[in-house]
């Protein structure tokens, strides 16, 4: 088989695969679940309160790291981008510093806070869906007799995200240089990355 049949091969095996996922995905009704989550989470206003606690310090971190990001590196990149993405070097190193920025504020703030919390607001979930089973292999629960799930979850037994953060950044380090592709690099460089924390968030699930 020569080169372009072979090409041709691959990219129809990709695009049937693609069509099959999206069949099974529709199928499944799973799109519905980030929207059914958000009634969820809406509907007990408990559940909100660990996630209410982290907003300030969330906000002025992005608003630290934005600005300094920005301040400090964009120019550089946009200098050397122009070299290979030429008039739209500036748009695409703009991209390139928020996604940097975006990495470092999941990264610190996933280890100094968010990661309490979220992963307590999950907990909490498991526990008011009577999954108090799951729960237990991680979490200590509290013999009470409340309503409020956040009050029966106790001392945490696991560190669910373990070192999935610390990959996913040296992947990131990896992965920079195809923003030197110009335009498609870029796009391939967040499609990377966002598998790459699907994976991290979907292990943590599931462990």
Do not use: C
Request: glycine share 6%.
């Amino acid at each position: 088989m020569s080169a372009p049949d072979r090409i041709k091969s691959l990219v129809r095996e990709e695009a049937n695969q693609a069509i099959n996922i999206s069949k099974d995905a529709a199928n499944s009704g799973s799109y519905m679940f980030p929207i059914q989550g958000i009634y969820h989470f809406l509907r007990y206003p408990s559940l909100q309160r660990p996630l209410w606690r982290k907003v300030l310090p969330t906000i002025l971190l992005s608003v630290v790291v934005i600005v300094s990001m920005f301040f400090v590196t964009y120019l550089p990149q946009a200098a050397i981008l122009t070299f290979v993405d030429g008039p739209i070097a500036f748009v695409n190193a703009a991209m390139l510093v928020l996604s940097e920025s975006s990495t470092l504020i999941l990264l610190i703030s996933k280890w100094w806070w968010l990661d309490d919390a979220t992963v307590e607001v999950f907990d909490a979930v498991l526990v008011q869906q009577n999954q108090t089973a799951l729960v237990s292999a991680g979490r200590e629960i509290k013999p009470t007799g409340g309503s409020d799930p956040l009050s029966k979850l106790g001392k945490r037994l696991k560190k669910p995200f373990g070192d999935g953060l610390v990959k996913s950044l040296i992947r990131y380090v990896v992965l920079l240089p195809l923003n030197f592709i110009p335009i498609i690099g870029t796009i391939i460089f967040f499609v990377l990355n966002g598998r790459s924390y699907q994976n991290i968030y979907y292990n943590s699930l599931v462990q």
